[in-house]
């Protein structure tokens, strides 16, 4: 019989170790820029702007979601707008970062409704 308490510790090694070399925001937050990223064009950019709209506004209540596609297109429109041109980059993990995501918000409140 395998004695559990051998693979116990070092696991619980690994995953702690793990948790302590993610990088974390406070308040969960969009997540910091890495040095690495790969810049984004244009249309790419819009396009991760509208998604990240979608999966936010669908969990709202009230939202009408047989509009919320094109709100959401308009949203990300807006939003581009207001981001430094051919900066487009994404945080680690394809999250948006801090003026992308407020960008969003201000686009989400001119044109979802």
């Not at 790969?38 to 939202?63: F, K, S």
């Amino acid at each position: 019989m395998i004695r559990l308490g051998r693979f116990l510790v070092p696991a619980l090694a690994l995953v702690l170790a793990a948790c302590n070399a993610t990088p974390q925001t406070s308040g969960g937050g969009p997540a910091p820029v890495t040095a690495g990223a790969t810049p984004l064009d244009r249309p790419v950019m819009e396009r991760r702007l509208a998604d990240a709209c979608i999966y936010r506004q669908y969990r709202v209540e009230g939202v009408n979601r047989m509009t919320l596609v094109d709100g959401c297109r308009c949203a990300a429109r807006n939003a581009i707008k207001t981001l430094p041109e051919g900066n487009y980059v994404l945080a680690r993990g394809g999250a948006l970062t801090g003026p992308q995501d407020t960008a969003l918000r201000a686009g989400i409140a001119a044109c979802v409704k």
